[in-house]
């Protein structure tokens, strides 16, 4: 049974910084790249950051980059989301994905969504002005 569990949400003031980790569990994790998508409310899901299988490529979201940082550490099975200097804007649902096959560029296809084959339940990150 494939499951994706977040965790690491939260409420926080602007300027202010949280790590979100996603744990993998019922798929070759170390054979899958990753990936962080946000939804708002009344706003499409959008791809935030994505990570190839050993971590050498990563997308980024033209809106996050410079502040965001994705990452993975396959020995525990787990994907993680450094933000800082968060927004208001930032607040959102914050999803993570795991796409079992994992080819071709990622810059190309990180950020969309119809190339991830699995999903977790999302943990919610509000940012406060």
């Known amino acids: 049974q494939v499951q994706l569990v977040e965790s690491g949400g939260g409420s926080v003031q602007a300027g202010g910084s949280l790590r979100l980790s996603c744990v993998a569990s019922?798929?070759?994790?170390?054979?899958?790249?990753m990936g962080w998508f946000r939804q708002a409310p009344g706003k499409e899901r959008e791809g935030v950051a994505a990570?190839?299988?050993?971590?050498?490529?990563?997308y980024y979201a033209d809106s996050v980059k410079g502040r965001f940082t994705i990452s993975r550490d396959n020995a525990k099975n787990t994907v993680y989301l450094q933000m800082n200097s968060l927004s208001p804007e930032d607040t959102a649902m914050y999803y993570c994905?795991?796409?079992?096959?994992?080819?071709?560029?990622?810059?190309?296809?990180?950020?969309?969504?119809?190339?991830?084959?699995?999903w977790g339940q999302g943990t919610q990150v509000t940012v406060s002005s």
């Open positions: 994905a795991a796409a079992a096959r994992c080819g071709g560029r990622l810059s190309a296809w990180g950020g969309d969504s119809r190339e991830y084959h699995y």
């Open positions: 019922g798929f070759t994790y170390s054979s899958a790249c």
């Open positions: 990570i190839s299988t050993g971590g050498a490529s990563k």
